[in-house]
């Protein structure tokens, strides 16, 4: 099972892929462990695009006319991610139109993740799926979330170039600044170019541009026309030079090192909480002896420091 699901993967076959989405998203199924195993033993690293801004300001559109723009032989992964609350029917729907011309092409895979995060959170899902078509050797991932609200995925983790995209038609720039997103663009994508206020919303992005002191890259603006595909090229060019700026500082793909050793972080966290704290601090034994703390019998840090060491005895015990 698991051999001919990794041979369809590696044969770049959309059902393989598709299935093994579906698995990687329930980290629990035995399937998804073993798929893991294999896809985490690659070199290859997938370029990712993490294009985010609030719903409405034209994400999917651009997606769909940046791909045009782009070889047809690149293979493309597009992830969208579904915010899972009740504006998200409509969501989906409005990028399956808006993408519809991708769906016929074979050089891209197209699928929508939910951001519900019950099986470990969605940033640790959607870089098991980045890290899929890595191992796929995919040329291009694109992943579109919405950078208003939504806090269980944070794209600057795991995109190495990531495109803040905002409309002049809704106050967009206030709340960019305002929800921090000022912080995470590489470049801002001022879209409908062809409404007023774009002038206006450009001013007021430059007057608040800083150069990221991590890297020394300065985040660039464009105005640009989805719809129509007005400057979609110039975006892309700048999008191509952020790509070789992190290249030329050995940068690229370096996100994806720091949450590599994050998600592991977070798996040991979870694993020695669900098998070693959560029983002890439930038990009846513990609860009874919370009343020492409050009558004084025992302090609170002595209280946290007996249940590590406790804790540290059942581990070294295990082993
Ligand atoms: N006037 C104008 N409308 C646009 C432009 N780009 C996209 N739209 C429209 O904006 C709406 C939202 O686009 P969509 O791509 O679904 O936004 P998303 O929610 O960010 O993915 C759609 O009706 C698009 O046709 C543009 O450059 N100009
Ligand atoms: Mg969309």
Redesign the pocket.
Known sequence: MIDSLTNGVKNQEEYAIAKSITVLEDESNDLSVSLRKEIYKTNSQTYVLGIT?S????????ISSLVNHLDNQMKIGIISIDPSNKYSGG?LL??RI?MSNLFTKKNIFIRSMSNRGIFGGLNKSIFDVVQLFSFAKYDLVIV?TIGVGQNEIDISEIADTVLV?S?PESGDSIQIIKAGLMEIADIYVI?????SGSDKMEFLLKDNIQTNTKNNWTPRIIK?????GKNVDGLLELTLEHKDFLTQNNQLFSRRKLLLQKNIRESVIKKVTNNYIDPKIQSKEFKDSIKNVTCGKISFDETVNNLVHEIEKDIKNEN
């Open positions: 801004g719903p409405g300001a034209g994400k999917s559109t651009l969501a409005g990028d808006r579109e995209i409309a879209n409908k170019a062809d409404l640009i026309q989805a719809n129509s």
